[in-house]
């Protein structure tokens, strides 16, 4: 058995470090983007076979790549979500206590109402900083209070901070689905109600949760009727990108349908046999 020369041979053994740390990463952060990582790396390694190791080399590179991109799109969402929200009000903030610090000699009774409206900002900005986290995470009660309740208390933790009503018509139960699928499910609709919330101009949203029958496929659907829009010109949305990337990661059929002027339904279609069985 001969090894390739040692600069090859060097990083080869680099990239698969990268790799692997890159795997491991990820099954912490995000177990859908690792099963659309593994299935990426499962096709590379049958490609293997028939090309040449400078083109397999070549793909996995892209690979990388390709989850690095979404990492950093991700990280400058959040950055500009903290920007233009909490950032923008604690640097108001720190203007109004400048203004009050230079009229506490003068004008006590301006000062406290300055210090009264200011609070109210503070406590304004903590709730946004909490729906930002709640973004983030996902909600503690999943393990224990499955997909449906989950979903359920989201709906209303976001219908009272936007002030749109979100309806929401669900199953009396709903059997429980892989971890991984069922974190897939949440992230999906989520990004649909942020999605109909910040562009539809709805007063009313639907969030449903439906089973087909004969074939017991289950349907999750986020419904407004709302402005619409074309979507041949938003292919290339980072949101709707990241919602057929979830879907596509385990397994999941995903379905926007929209039209200026009349609405939008997102509907994600998951087969019975992604029900975790005990």
């Not at 990280?75 to 903030?93: F, I, P, W, Y």
């Not at 393990?143 to 309806?167: C, D, F, M, P, T």
């Not at 539809?200 to 439906?210: D, H, P, R, T």
Request: charged residues 20%; hydrophobic residues 40%; glycine residues 6%.
């Amino acid at each position: 058995m001969s090894f390739p020369e040692e600069p090859t041979f060097q990083e080869s053994l680099l990239l698969i470090a990268g790799v692997q740390a890159h795997w491991m990463r990820l099954q912490l952060e995000s177990p859908a983007e690792a099963s659309f990582f593994q299935s990426k790396l499962l096709e590379l390694f049958d490609v293997q076979t028939s090309t040449s190791q400078e083109a397999f080399d070549q793909k996995l590179r892209k690979v990388q790549l390709h989850m690095l991109q979404r990492w950093e799109e991700e990280r400058s969402r959040l950055g500009e979500q903290l920007r233009a929200g909490v950032g923008q009000l604690l640097a108001n903030a720190a203007v109004e206590l400048a203004a009050c610090v230079t009229l506490l000699d003068s004008d006590i009774e301006l000062v406290r109402r300055g210090l009264q409206a200011l609070e109210q900002e503070l406590r304004n900005g903590l709730e946004q900083l909490r729906l930002i986290l709640a973004g983030l995470e996902l909600p503690q009660s999943m393990k224990e209070l499955g997909l449906l309740n989950s979903l359920q208390l989201y709906a209303q933790r976001v219908a009272k901070r936007s002030q749109v009503a979100i309806q929401t018509h669900f199953p009396v139960q709903m059997p429980r689905f892989s971890p991984t699928v069922e974190i897939g499910i949440y992230r999906v609709m989520q990004e649909a109600l942020h999605n109909a919330i910040e562009h539809s101009g709805a007063k009313v949203i639907n969030l449903m949760i439906e089973q087909q029958q004969p074939d017991g496929q289950w349907q999750f659907i986020v419904r407004d009727e709302g402005t619409g829009f074309e979507p041949a010109h938003l292919s290339q949305s980072r949101g709707l990108t990241h919602m057929q990337e979830w879907a596509r990661a385990f397994g999941g059929d995903l379905d926007i349908q929209s039209k200026p002027g009349h609405g939008t339904t997102v509907k994600l279609t998951i087969s019975a046999s992604k029900v975790a069985v005990d």
